[in-house]
């Protein structure tokens, strides 16, 4: 009996250490996202305010705002051009590393430590680099050439690009590790075989590789696409949603408005679209990831 006592307390230990944390980060995780999804059905301001319910009607006044198309609008910008130029510029350094070039770890590091930095050092960074009265421009004209301008920083339809650009400096190496991951898992003699038949190295890599790299391709495209969305602390730091709020994302729109402009249940109704959005994209990868192929019974 005592045997069997002490083999039920050894299987039930590892559930009782890991269920304090799994309670609450199920809490504080789920807890809150059906939280959100309470306020912003309800005509809270500066504080919840649980005995106004308003169903949609924070909903129908955030689509009615045009600042809030604005961030949606920026929103596409950056992302589309985030996450294309971070996997162009990514594959391109990976290709290059893959061709076993010298000093192939300091480069590797070199192109990965701008992933290791925040988001607020790097717009912080960014910003000092593209201030008209700082940093490029000024470096330009020290050195004599007067007639560079470079101030899409303070240019309300330009300054989503300096955005863009800082993006896609920190997030370039990340892909680029992925990519290079998955050109070295790939059987040498399949490179081989190619070149046999008479295959450019061009060649080999955009008809042969790249295809091979889809799931690769696929699963940095889902993670750059969770940070687009998420984007905060790189605007803040860079543009603080400025010129105006010409660079305005969904998740600036939601700080200011649930924080600054004492609007919490049209923040909490942004934020509930930023999670229908994220899980637009989480969501089908899952079900394709998890889900039991016939050929697995």
């Known amino acids: 009996m005592a045997h069997w006592q002490t083999k039920r307390l050894e299987d039930a230990l590892p559930k009782l250490v890991v269920a304090p944390a799994f309670v609450l980060g199920f809490a504080f995780i789920y807890g809150f996202m059906l939280w959100n999804g309470v306020l912003s059905m309800t005509a809270s301001r500066m504080l919840p305010n649980y005995d106004e319910f308003v169903g949609l009607e924070q909903y129908r006044r955030l689509f009615e705002m045009d600042r809030w198309w604005v961030a949606l609008k920026n929103l596409g910008i950056f992302s589309v051009l985030y996450v294309g130029g971070s996997l162009l510029l990514g594959l391109c350094l990976a290709i290059l590393l893959d061709q076993r070039v010298r000093a192939e770890g300091a480069l590797r590091t070199i192109y990965l430590y701008p992933m290791a930095l925040s988001f607020i050092v790097t717009g912080t960074a960014w910003k000092w680099i593209l201030n008209p009265s700082l940093g490029l421009e000024r470096l330009m004209h020290d050195l004599g050439w007067q ?23 920190q ?16 059987d040498d003699s399949i490179i081989k ?38 984007s905060f602390d790189l605007v803040m730091a860079l543009t603080a949603g400025g010129p ?5 994302v969904p998740a600036t729109f939601m700080y200011v ?41």
């Open 193 to 230: 075989a190619a070149q046999i038949d008479g295959a450019s190295l061009p060649r080999i890599y955009w008809r042969i590789l790249l295809p091979i790299l889809r799931p690769v391709v696929f699963s940095t495209v889902l993670v750059l696409s969770h940070l687009s969305i998420k």
């Open 147 to 169: 007639s560079f301008h470079f101030d899409w920083l303070v240019q309300s339809d330009t300054a989503i690009y300096c955005v863009v650009m800082a993006g896609i400096w």
């Open 244 to 248: 105006g709020f010409s660079t305005d």
């Open 257 to 297: 408005m649930s924080f600054t402009r004492g609007q919490i249940g049209l923040g909490a109704a942004s934020a509930t679209m930023m999670l229908v959005t994220v899980a637009a994209l989480v969501v089908p990868y899952l079900y394709s990831e998890l889900r039991v192929k016939p050929h697995e019974f």
């Open 171 to 186: 997030s370039a190496g990340f892909a680029m590790a992925l990519f290079l991951a998955g050109l070295r898992g790939i």
